[in-house]
């Protein structure tokens, strides 16, 4: 089973409240591409936050390191109420939740199910 080690990707893309830390900033405790320098004392935001890339993980179907989230450069997550998808994206590369293996690995089977995908950047969020 595959796990964050070495991605931290999320520790850039989302905001973190305890720590006033903006969406698309580096969180200024992050080791980039290595993990979080405040392991043992991170917020709780931190320590209860699994992308889906990650939960899927213990899955029967996961999807695959290859499109983990540093791979794909898209965290993929959930609106509040948990039931839209929201695919975060970087400034830097917007249409990455548009390549090839992420719609084959990823997009294609949330939308034949008929889910909600919202793509967000920076703060916009637009439905797909
Ligand atoms: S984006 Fe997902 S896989 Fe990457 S560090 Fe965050 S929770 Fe782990
Ligand atoms: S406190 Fe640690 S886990 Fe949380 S965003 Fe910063 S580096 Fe990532």
Known sequence: MHNCEGCTA?????????LDKPGNTWCQHCKIGV?????????????VYECIWLQTQRMSRPIPFELR???SRVVIGTTNQG????????????????SKAF?????DDLLRRNITVYVSCEDKLQKI
């Open 35 to 47: 993990g979080c320098g405040i392991y043992e004392t991170r917020p709780e935001s931190c320590r």
């Open 69 to 71: 989230p540093d791979k």
């Open 10 to 18: 999320c520790c850039k893309v989302l905001k973190i409240r305890e």
């Open 83 to 98: 039931e839209d998808v929201v695919l975060y994206v970087t400034p830097d590369r917007p249409d990455a939740w548009q």
């Open 103 to 107: 719609r084959a690995g990823v997009l």
